[in-house]
């Protein structure tokens, strides 16, 4: 599909999941494989020097967006601090190639059509 004009924007929100957590490492893949390591990783990057408080209390906002030159730029901040950082990922550097993304679209339409006929993959 063709990227709307504007791009792409999302964010998601997640706690530190130690006591007295003072970083968290932020990495990026492309990718609709189940486990994380099983697709394309495209970078990653650190957010270093949060105050240490009890789990949960601190909270880290990622957003991701995509512009219609297909450059994905990510970033991560702590909420109540000036913590901030992100990384750009510029088109086809480590990503899919067209050939594998027409494979992955046409595996998961069959997947869907198995789905809605109540059969799993394994069948």
Do not use: W
């Not at 990783?41 to 219609?68: A, W, Y």
């Amino acid at each position: 599909s063709p990227i709307p004009e504007g791009g792409l924007s999302v964010t998601s929100s997640f706690g530190t999941s130690r006591d007295n957590q003072t970083g968290a490492d932020i990495e990026i893949c492309e990718g609709e494989e189940r486990f994380f390591d099983d697709n394309t990783h495209l970078g990653e990057f650190e957010l270093i020097g949060l105050p240490m408080r009890p789990r949960g209390e601190i909270t880290i906002n990622v957003s991701m967006g995509i512009d219609q030159d297909g450059i994905l730029t990510v970033t991560g901040s702590a909420e109540g601090t000036d913590i901030k950082q992100d990384i750009s990922v510029r088109a086809n550097k480590g990503r899919m190639n067209e050939e594998t993304i027409a494979r992955l679209q046409q595996e998961n339409e069959e997947y869907e059509q198995m789905s809605a006929k109540g059969e799993s993959k394994g069948d």
